[in-house]
């Protein structure tokens, strides 16, 4: 069974995610800022993340940087509701760009396209 990690401060958006994807039949496992998922990847590395961009304290972005710089090698979805974050290039580093929706069809056909690679 895949391992995700999903990284979000909103706590809704993390339940919606793991409830949804638990019906895929992966493993969910739920972190609510940066730090609590660089933890997460050091003790129990996951086969793919799906990160927030916009959280207090460390953001998305210095978190996706901090897990490059691990070179764990882990899939990355950055998640986001904002669409103009693609065009900066400091996001460039994640495998896939996913603007948040309630329909989570476009995130899971993502997943799914990088867990099959």
């Known amino acids: 069974m895949k391992r995700i990690l999903v990284v979000d401060d909103e706590k809704h958006i993390c339940e919606l995610y793991k409830m949804e994807l638990e019906e895929e039949g ?31 304290g460390m953001d998305g972005i210095e978190t996706l940087e901090k897990l490059l710089g691990k070179d764990k090698g882990i899939p ?4 986001t509701a ?4 693609k065009d900066d290039f400091t996001t460039w580093g994640a ?15 993502e ?3 990088l867990l099959d690679q």
Not at 82 to 85: A, D, R, T
């Open 26 to 56: 992966y493993d969910v496992t739920l972190a609510n800022s940066g730090q609590q998922a660089l933890q997460e990847v050091d003790e129990n590395p996951p086969d793919l993340i799906v990160l927030d961009i916009q959280m207090p």
């Open 95 to 109: 495998d896939a760009y996913v603007v948040k929706s309630s329909d989570t069809s476009k995130l899971k056909t």
């Open 76 to 79: 990355t979805i950055l998640n």
């Open 111 to 113: 997943i799914k396209r």
């Open 82 to 85: 904002y669409s103009h974050y």
